[in-house]
C-alpha cells in the first residue's frame, strides 16, 4: 500500500461534500507530476485529504477504490476514484507539519504547489498521530 495527499480548495469540494457523497472521481489535475502520482496509485493506497486554500489542513483520510482513467480529450490526464475512510479528530495544519521536524522532506512541503503527493509510510503515521 502506498500514501498520498490529495489537495482540494474547500469552497470547490471540501470533506464535507465528499462524506456527503460517499465516493468521488478525483478530476480535473492538470499538472504533469501530479497526473504521473495518479497513475501509481492502486486500490487500497490511502490519501491525506488536504484543504488547500486559507484552510490548509489535512482533514481525513480517503482510499483509493479504481484507478486511473482518462480524465478528458487527452490520454495525460487521468482520474482515480477515492472514498472517505474517516476524519481526522483535528486537522493537522501546514503549520503544524512544517514545524514537525520528522516531516521536514515531505513532498508538499518541498512542492507545495502540487495537487497530488506522494506521503512516505513513516509520515503518514506521524500526521495520523497528530490528527488523532
Given at each position: ?7 482540494s480548495?474547500p469552497d ?11 465516493q ?30 486559507k ?17 478528458g480529450d ?18 493537522v495544519?501546514?503549520?503544524?507539519m ?32 497528530m490528527?488523532?
Amino acid at each position: 500500500m502506498a500514501y498520498w495527499l490529495l489537495k482540494s480548495e474547500p469552497d470547490s469540494y471540501s470533506w464535507d461534500d465528499l462524506l456527503a457523497e460517499g465516493q468521488t472521481e478525483w478530476t480535473g489535475v492538470r499538472n504533469p507530476a501530479a497526473a504521473l502520482h495518479l497513475k501509481a496509485m492502486t486500490v487500497g493506497d490511502r490519501a491525506l485529504f488536504y484543504h488547500s486554500g486559507k484552510d490548509r489542513a489535512a482533514v481525513g483520510t480517503v482510499e483509493v477504490t479504481r484507478t486511473a482513467q482518462q480524465d478528458g480529450d487527452e490520454a495525460r490526464w487521468v482520474s482515480v476514484a477515492v472514498k472517505p475512510l474517516k476524519p481526522l479528530a483535528k486537522p493537522v495544519t501546514l503549520a503544524a507539519m512544517k514545524a514537525e521536524p520528522k516531516l521536514a522532506g515531505m513532498e508538499m512541503l518541498r512542492q507545495s504547489r502540487l495537487s497530488v503527493s506522494p506521503v512516505r509510510a513513516a509520515e503518514w503515521a506521524v500526521i495520523v498521530k497528530m490528527g488523532d
